[in-house]
């Protein structure tokens, strides 16, 4: 597709239970983030990767959060035994080598932890 | 770490009204940027901005980076319907390759 493609766009998910979020960058762009927005707040870095590896994750909030990139394309970012502080909206964007200010998002996905 | 202090938090006009936001950091950024978020969606570029003094338009936006590179502004003028969002300013750090973004300003216009 032209743009960031997450899924799922909403996940409703029990206190406890393990989540994973997909997001599919724009093709040929090396520079992929994730980012995490609260209710009414701004965005939350949580980690960077360059190609596949992740020189940046400094904002993952606790071990429980993970994020893996493989083929210089597809990110999936986990987060194990949700807490209901972790509903947000967890946003992924991708950029160019050169044009690395320059972030492309997803539309994002809403987790709700009940 | 970087935190960028933006202002106003929310901001309601009437339609026509010319519009003014700023953010201020403690830290130097190489680069400030402006993004717009609007309902469901994630947040999309506006204005980049790479020289400190720097000023520059996009259409009825206007966007400066502050000479001592710790601030920006963004101003709308004759604002319309579609103006409303949220608007992030953003500071990027060269060597960390990442966005820091401010707290946003929600924009809402009475017709």
């Known amino acids: 597709g032209a743009g960031v493609s997450q899924s799922p766009s909403n996940k409703v998910t029990e206190k406890g239970k393990d989540v994973e979020l997909r997001c599919d960058p724009i093709s040929g762009h090396t520079a992929l983030y994730w980012y995490r927005q609260r209710l009414g707040q701004g965005l939350e870095f949580l980690i960077y990767f360059q190609g596949n590896s992740a020189p940046d994750k400094s904002g993952l909030p606790s071990d429980r959060f993970s994020a893996e990139r493989t083929g210089e394309s597809v990110s999936t970012l986990t987060i194990q035994r949700t807490q209901q502080e972790d509903s947000a909206v967890y946003l992924c964007?991708?950029?160019?080598?050169?044009?690395?200010?320059?972030?492309?998002f997803g539309s994002g996905t809403q987790l709700s932890v009940l | 770490g970087q935190q960028l202090n933006q202002s106003p938090q929310s901001m309601f006009i009437q339609e026509g009204e010319d519009v003014s936001m700023n953010c201020t950091s403690s830290s130097i950024f190489n680069t400030w940027l402006w993004y717009k978020q609007e309902p469901g969606e994630g947040p999309v570029l506006l204005i980049a901005l790479y020289k400190a003094g720097e000023l520059t338009s996009n259409g009825r936006l206007t966007a400066q980076f502050g000479i001592t590179r710790k601030d920006s502004f963004l101003n709308i003028s004759a604002s319309i319907p579609s103006d409303v969002g949220i608007y992030f300013c953003?500071?990027?750090?060269?060597?960390?390759?990442?966005?820091?973004f401010g707290q946003g300003t929600r924009l809402t216009i009475n017709p």
């Open positions: 964007a991708s950029s160019t080598d050169s044009g690395g200010e320059k972030l492309f």
């Open positions: 953003a500071g990027f750090i060269q060597g960390a390759q990442k966005l820091v």
